[in-house]
Structure formats: structure tokens, C-alpha cells
């Protein structure tokens, strides 16, 4: 059984650039939940989708944006990029109380 | 507003020993607290959760406890081994709806043979 798949697992973009960042949950899991953790930081959490409609924000910006799929999995679309948006993005999926995180993607924004 | 503190950022400790690290939290009011673990680059593993109603909670080498009224949390870890060696994030659940949870910045164990 897979679990938490994201892709890519590094990607480097300019700012004003835009980005998208995908996510396959682990097997029977409806829920998707996207973190931004910068360097030496918590996990802060971006988001949550579930049935396909997002269902709980973080203190994000609107260029933060995302989107699930019928089948479960989810994007994440960054616009404008920032130096500030540098970070390892975290996804995770659940069904129930317990997260299952991905390894994650790390950005890097020159 | 909810804020999560770790204590110590940092520990090192031979091999063998027993340790405890600590997690405050300012407002009592949480669903659950959650201890997880995070190797270098990597995601985040759920190693222990505590429901708000419960005290502690143990699996293998590792106990947590929670104190609500203090906002205190303990993650004790038994007989320490260098695989052990990462970083140790606590976080809280404000509300049983959603998913979001609040992180404190975590303590990086460090366990040498």
C-alpha cells in the first residue's frame, strides 16, 4: 500500500513565477491537507480539502490556492512567487483524527 | 491565539540514556495533542496522539504525557538508540472538526554510539 505521494520532490522557480504541486493520498483517505514548513520552523498548516472543496484555511495569502479530484488527489498552485515562499510543502491525507504526511516538496524561490 | 513551544531546540545524548522532551502550548483549550517525528528532508510520522481527556499514552520506548491545565506535554523516551536521532515535533488540534493542526518548532535529538 502506498502511502503519501507527492510530486516533484524538488523544484527551483524565479520569483513572480507560478507553481503547482501535487499530492496522491494514501489509500481510503478523503482528506487532503497541505503545510508550508520553512527552514527550522513548525509545519504551518495552508489548507484542507475534502469532497473536493476546500473546508479549512490558514493564514495564507490568496495566491495560495488548490484543488482536489474525484479521485482524492490534490494540487497546490502557488502565484506570484516569493523569495518568502521557499520552503519544504507538506501534504498530508487522513480519514479520521491521524495525518499521514508525504515526504514532501521542497521549493527553493531565487 | 494558540502558540506551541518546544524545550530544549537541541539535545545530545549517548546512547542508552533516558529522555524527556518538553511542549507548552498557551491555551488549554485542545482536542488532542500529537508528538511526530521528522527525518532530515523528509515528512512528518505520527508517533503518539493523546485524546484531551486522556493523561498519557505509551508505545514501545515512548510515553507521552499531558497535563492540560499547565499546557504541558512530555515526550520520555527509554534507553535511547542512534536511531532515534531526529527531530521531535509536537502539535496541537484546537477543533475536532478539520485538520488543522498547530506545530512548535520541534527539538532535533541527537543520540551518538
Known amino acids: 500500500d502506498a502511502g503519501v505521494t507527492q510530486s516533484p520532490t524538488h523544484l527551483i522557480k524565479t520569483r513572480g513565477q507560478q507553481v503547482t504541486l501535487r499530492c496522491s493520498p494514501k489509500s481510503g483517505h478523503d482528506t487532503v491537507s497541505w503545510y508550508q514548513q520553512a527552514l527550522g520552523q513548525g509545519p504551518q498548516f495552508i489548507f484542507q480539502y475534502y469532497e473536493e472543496e476546500e473546508r479549512q484555511r490558514g493564514n495564507f495569502p490568496d495566491r495560495f490556492s488548490g484543488h482536489q479530484f474525484p479521485n482524492y488527489s490534490s494540487e497546490l498552485n502557488v502565484n506570484a512567487l516569493l523569495l518568502g515562499d521557499s520552503a519544504l510543502y507538506l501534504c498530508a491525507s487522513s480519514q479520521g483524527t491521524v495525518l499521514f504526511f508525504g515526504s514532501g516538496t521542497q521549493l527553493s524561490v531565487l | 491565539k494558540q502558540e506551541v513551544t518546544q524545550i530544549p531546540a537541541a539535545l545530545s545524548v549517548p546512547e542508552g540514556e533516558n529522555l524527556v522532551l518538553n511542549c507548552s502550548f498557551t491555551?488549554?483549550?485542545?482536542?488532542?495533542l500529537q508528538w511526530f517525528r521528522q527525518d532530515p528532508g523528509k515528512g512528518l510520522t505520527s508517533l503518539l496522539l493523546i485524546q484531551s481527556s486522556q493523561r498519557e499514552q505509551t508505545s514501545g520506548r515512548l510515553n507521552a504525557s499531558l497535563d492540560k491545565s499547565s499546557g504541558r506535554s512530555t515526550l520520555y523516551i527509554a534507553a535511547s538508540q542512534p536511531g532515534d536521532s531526529a527531530t521531535y515535533l509536537c502539535?496541537?488540534?484546537?477543533?475536532?472538526?478539520?485538520?488543522?493542526?498547530?506545530f512548535g518548532k520541534g527539538t532535533t535529538l541527537s543520540v551518538s554510539s
Open positions: 491555551d488549554s483549550a485542545i482536542y488532542n
Open positions: 502539535a496541537v488540534k484546537v477543533n475536532q472538526a478539520g485538520t488543522a493542526l498547530i
